[in-house]
């Protein structure tokens, strides 16, 4: 490592975190996680265990609802895993879905599928006997979970839909080799979780090292004009640029050092918007993704995880800097930016006619969650029926949606009637609705300070009730919540962010932008829901009466003067 950009603060160089001992010790990755499987004394792993799980995809959790009760009867906590899926760009079959969806129903607590963020699902609540078998399940499906969580490079995203169009099938190949390329090379998880036999002696991990990466890592591919993705909520973004007159992309613009997590209370922390480093060919692609993870690897802080991100790196050595190692490192010049636009931010609900004249389906799934819960909204029963008669495959979206992709013309009455009868289709769902998110939170997020998921629905439809009092029910806000100031709904990328400071109490962030370039800034912080409603319902009163032609909530209450924009966010996030 080198220390020279190890910490800024001489005192801190050589007391690497815990997490850095764990990895070191591990094995890569193995720890005493197969002993501790067959530890039926407990529901869950070890301290160092819990962390390493994570590298194969899965975090240990307990039911948050129901931890009194058990305190109260003497009893452990109600110990569980969510395991969380590699799907690259999204894209998954109807045969896995109907295997995936059966397992849920069977074997975890909960029973549904968890749409995330990042273009995946989750499922939680699963206990330690059933762990082999959901990762046996995804093998023989020829899926698999590594890599979806710990200090390495995520589930890599890009825009929507390959079927969409050559430009959408060439990202998410892409997607594919970025991911598989950077995964780790341990043979860990084979040996754990399916009865693998051991080969240690050939273990090494020539990108990540055996400590693996300081942090979490993302990357994200975008076409614009939609940032689907939220190029600026990750480390590494590659956007899209299409060549004059041809239906190819003849390269990417890259972005290094996107991020939205925050602590409370420390100022030194903050989210960040991705640095524009320049222009490469195609060719270059997984050349500067591994150069930057390399980087990051030697360069990132491995003493203080709060701030290891590559957001921090590249403030602590500068944009200059970072950038011209990647240059040295490579071999590639970065050249000037090629011009780009976003406009658009949101998926396209509704038939959409791609490439091969076959139809995309795009349905709105509320906070991503797909359970049988409401009974007027049956959308496991829908979507693994349509699953049954579907030839095409689903994708899932990084706004936590379901496109069902590449059904035929004489099949589309069929997979509407079926979505229809289960209620997954429903026409009343307002633009405003489309336009929010919730993070997970309780019961499960073991870092929720306040509701997210399961207060969303109902806080928008006070909202409906403000736009619709201005006559605003065809606009909508981009308005999401998290239930702590880590941001997994991208809060700190929205027109509205909510973050939870404790049970029933939020901060309220203003002035983001729709198109995800611009960071919202604190209006008011640590205020009850009728505060917050109060303060929507004056801007919202104020924005339909003095906005300009279409001008979006965002981009008014930053010209308005309601609060001032955020331009860096590392020098003035935190500005009165
Ligand atoms: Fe996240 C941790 C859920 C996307 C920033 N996130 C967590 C954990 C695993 C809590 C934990 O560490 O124990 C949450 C599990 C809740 C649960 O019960 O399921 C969790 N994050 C999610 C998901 C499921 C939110 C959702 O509603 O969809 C998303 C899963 C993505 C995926 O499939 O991989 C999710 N998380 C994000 C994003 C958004 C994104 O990547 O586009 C962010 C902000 C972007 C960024 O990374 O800066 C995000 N999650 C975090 C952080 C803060 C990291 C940091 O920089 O400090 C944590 C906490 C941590 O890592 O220590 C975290
Ligand atoms: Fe949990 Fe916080 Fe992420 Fe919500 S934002 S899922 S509460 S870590």
């Given at each position: 490592m080198n220390k020279k950009y190890n910490n800024n603060n001489d005192k801190n160089i050589l007391v690497l975190s815990d997490n850095e001992r764990i990895k070191q010790e591990s094995n890569f990755l193995r720890g005493t996680i197969a002993q501790n499987l067959d530890n039926n004394l407990t529901g869950g792993f070890n301290t160092e265990d819990a962390q390493l799980i994570r590298?194969?995809?899965?975090?240990?959790?307990?039911?948050?609802?129901?931890?009194?009760?058990?305190?109260?009867?003497?009893?452990?906590?109600?110990?569980?895993?969510?395991?969380?899926?590699?799907?690259?760009?999204?894209?998954?079959?109807?045969?896995?879905?109907?295997?995936?969806?059966?397992?849920?129903?069977?074997?975890?607590?909960?029973?549904?599928?968890?749409?995330?963020?990042?273009?995946?699902?989750?499922?939680h609540g699963l206990l330690k006997p059933n762990l082999k078998n959901v990762h046996r399940l995804l093998n023989e499906l020829g899926l698999d979970s590594i890599a979806t969580a710990g200090d390495v490079n995520r589930n890599v995203i890009c825009t929507a839909n390959p079927m969409e169009s050559t430009l959408h099938h060439q990202v998410w190949e892409l997607a594919k080799s970025i991911s598989s390329y950077l995964l780790p090379k341990s043979n860990a998880y084979a040996e754990i979780w399916l009865d693998s036999k051991k080969t240690e002696s050939t273990d090494s991990e020539p990108i990540l090292s055996a400590t693996y990466l300081p942090r979490k890592f993302k990357i994200a591919i975008a076409i614009p004009p939609i940032n689907d993705v939220d190029v600026h909520a990750n480390d590494l973004?590659?956007?899209?640029?299409?060549?004059?007159?041809?239906?190819?992309?003849?390269?990417?613009?890259?972005?290094?050092?996107?991020?939205?997590?925050?602590?409370?209370?420390?100022?030194?922390?903050?989210?960040?918007?991705?640095?524009?480093?320049?222009?490469?060919?195609?060719?270059?692609?997984?050349?500067?993704?591994?150069?930057?993870?390399?980087?990051?690897?030697?360069?990132?802080?491995?003493?203080?995880?709060?701030?290891?991100?590559?957001?921090?790196?590249?403030?602590?050595?500068?944009?200059?800097?970072?950038?011209?190692?990647?240059?040295?490192?490579?071999?590639?010049?970065?050249?000037?930016?090629?011009?780009?636009?976003?406009?658009?931010?949101?998926?396209?609900?509704?038939?959409?006619?791609?490439?091969?004249?076959?139809?995309?389906?795009?349905?709105?799934?509320?906070?991503?969650?797909?359970?049988?819960?409401?009974?007027?909204?049956?959308?496991?029963?829908?979507?693994?029926?349509?699953?049954?008669?579907?030839?095409?495959?689903?994708?899932?979206?990084?706004?936590?949606?379901?496109?069902?992709?590449?059904?035929?013309?004489?099949?589309?009455?069929?997979?509407?009637?079926?979505?229809?009868?289960?209620?997954?289709?429903?026409?009343?769902?307002t633009p405003q609705r489309k336009a929010s998110m919730a993070c997970v939170a309780f019961p499960t997020c073991p870092l929720a300070m306040a509701e997210a998921e399961r207060f969303l629905p109902k806080f928008i439809t006070k909202i409906?009730?403000?736009?619709?009092?201005?006559?605003?029910e065809k606009d909508a806000i981009i308005l999401r919540v998290t239930g702590c100031p880590n941001s997994c709904a991208r809060a700190m990328l929205s027109e509205i962010g909510l973050t939870g400071r404790s049970i029933g109490r939020y901060n309220l962030y203003l002035g983001g932008n729709n198109i995800g370039t611009r960071i919202p800034r604190l209006y008011k912080e640590n205020i009850t829901e009728n505060d917050i409603l109060n303060i929507l319902d004056m801007t919202i009163s104020r924005w339909a009466q003095e906005r300009n032609n279409h001008e979006s909530y965002g981009d008014y209450v930053v010209r308005s003067g309601i609060v001032h924009a955020v331009i860096n966010s590392e020098k003035d996030f935190y500005d009165e």
């Open positions: 590298f194969h995809g899965m975090y240990q959790q307990d039911d948050r609802d129901v931890r009194v009760e058990r305190a109260n009867q003497k009893l452990e906590p109600l110990i569980n895993m969510m395991l969380r899926c590699r799907l690259p760009g999204g894209v998954i079959m109807p045969a896995q879905w109907l295997a995936i969806d059966d397992f849920s129903e069977k074997y975890t607590l909960y029973g549904t599928i968890r749409l995330t963020t990042r273009q995946t699902f989750q499922l973004s590659f956007i899209a640029i299409r060549g004059d007159n041809t239906d190819q992309i003849i390269g990417f613009n890259v972005l290094v050092g996107g991020g939205l997590a925050m602590t409370y209370g420390d100022t030194t922390t903050y989210p960040r918007k991705a640095s524009e480093f320049g222009y490469i060919s195609t060719k270059d692609v997984l050349k500067i993704a591994e150069t930057v993870v390399t980087i990051q690897r030697d360069w990132g802080n491995r003493s203080d995880r709060k701030h290891a991100k590559t957001k921090y790196t590249l403030d602590r050595v500068g944009v200059t800097t970072f950038k011209s190692e990647v240059e040295r490192r490579s071999g590639v010049t970065f050249h000037p930016i090629h011009p780009y636009v976003f406009t658009d931010r949101g998926d396209r609900f509704g038939w959409v006619q791609g490439i091969d004249d076959y139809w995309h389906l795009t349905l709105f799934i509320e906070n991503g969650r797909i359970s049988n819960n409401n009974p007027r909204k049956l959308l496991k029963h829908g979507i693994a029926e349509v699953a049954q008669i579907h030839s095409g495959s689903f994708r899932l979206t990084a706004n936590q949606n379901l496109i069902i992709s590449g059904v035929s013309k004489d099949n589309k009455l069929m997979v509407e009637s079926t979505l229809r009868k289960y209620g997954v289709i429903n026409d009343d769902i409906e009730n403000i736009m619709s009092k201005y006559r605003l």
